[in-house]
T-cell receptor, first 111, second 113 residues
Framework: NAGVTQTPKFQVLKTGQSMTLQCAQDMNHNSMYWYRQDPGMGLRLIYYSASEGTTDKGEVPNGYNVSRLNKREFSLRLESAAPSQTSVYFC??????????FGSGTRLTVV | GENVEQHPSTLSVQEGDSAVIKCTYSDSASNYFPWYKQELGKRPQLIIDIRSNVGEKKDQRIAVTLNKTAKHFSLHITETQPEDSAVYFCAASFRGGADGLTFGKGTHLIIQP
């Protein structure tokens, strides 16, 4: 039982490059979320998926896209990376008692 | 949208003393208030939560209180131990977090030996 798994754990991109952050869960969560965490800023919601086949914008969606491939997988794509997207990215799933389970995070640096 | 303010940003207490972290929220429709603990380099983990139909909840050394009228809630940790050192985040949401949680900016709790 792996919980919520994110890949990769670390990534360095050049400005303008694209990449996809992967997230998979085996906890049967209907709802999944992508957050970014910056020093002194807490966690800010980028996008979420309340159920398979639906996605919605969060607080800071600009520069990102998401895909809810199936119930297990929810990916985050950066089409043209910018230095302002340097951050730690967390994926999370929500259980029926409302609690979130977070993945271990992806530390992304854009140079 | 919802806005959550958290204070203090840093809290240093002696081992064995109590620690209190406070949060205020702006949306009176919010009904779910979790607290997460994040150790350095690790993922946030849920430690306790409270729903708007309850005023207080306790789990061993940790308790959370909610004042809906004043729109604030607090985390209380008693008999602090070195392993309590971490960053703590409060959050608030409507619909139990289904549309996402709005987090405070965090409190770095330091337990002095």
């Amino acid at each position: 039982n792996a919980g919520v798994t994110q890949t990769p754990k670390f990534q360095v991109l050049k400005t303008g490059q694209s990449m996809t952050l992967q997230c998979a869960q085996d906890m049967n969560h209907n709802s999944m979320y992508w957050y970014r965490q910056d020093p002194g800023m807490g966690l800010r919601l980028i996008y979420y998926s309340a159920s398979e086949g639906t996605t919605d914008k969060g607080e800071v969606p600009n520069g990102y896209n998401v895909s809810r491939l199936n119930k297990r997988e929810f990916s985050l794509r950066l089409e043209s990376a910018a230095p302002s997207q340097t951050s730690v990215y967390f994926c999370a799933g929500r259980d029926t008692n409302y609690g979130y389970t977070f993945g271990s995070g992806t530390r992304l640096t854009v140079v | 949208g919802e806005n959550v303010e958290q204070h203090p940003s840093t809290l240093s207490v002696q081992e064995g003393d109590s620690a209190v972290i406070k949060c205020t929220y702006s949306d009176s429709a919010s009904n779910y208030f979790p607290w997460y603990k994040q150790e350095l380099g690790k993922r946030p983990q849920l430690i306790i939560d409270i729903r708007s139909n309850v005023g207080e909840k306790k789990d061993q050394r940790i308790a959370v209180t909610l004042n809906k009228t004043a729109k604030h809630f607090s985390l209380h940790i008693t008999e602090t131990q070195p392993e309590d050192s971490a960053v703590y985040f409060c959050a608030a949401s409507f619909r139990g977090g289904a549309d996402g949680l709005t987090f405070g900016k965090g409190t770095h709790l330091i337990i002095q030996p």
